[in-house]
């Protein structure tokens, strides 16, 4: 895969790789996360064609917010007042990222809210 960098030359990831994406997808498929799948298509017409659309999806989806950067986050793009405000990494978009909850059924993979957390910023981006 390529990125963009700050002088918008393209150049090969460090992070993503077709071969690491090749894996992932392989263990999604096969094994899956919590008794969910990764779609590739089997055994129902047109099953192919619905798996490489799930690829396709996936990838333009990365790419958009992930891959282009090199950075494996998301990242601080809701301008507000001409700035990105600090609160942006608690949602963007007026989205509450506390606030999420997961779904019926895998409330076990929930982990509670810690008020007192902290953490130093960090980041991939190059500019």
Known sequence: FLYETPTHQWIPSEIYTYEG??????VMNEQGVAKMYYYLGEGEKKSV????????????????????????????????????????ACGQL???????????GEEHMECEVDPNMKITATTNAKW
């Open 21 to 26: 994406l090749g894996k992932a997808l392989e």
């Open 49 to 88: 064609e619905y798996g490489l659309v799930n690829v396709a999806a996936f990838l333009a989806q990365s790419m958009k917010e992930t891959i282009k950067y090199n950075a494996c986050s998301e990242n601080n793009w809701d301008l507000y007042n001409e700035g990105y405000p600090l609160s942006n």
């Open 94 to 104: 007026g989205q509450s990222y506390q606030d999420y909850h997961c779904p019926r």
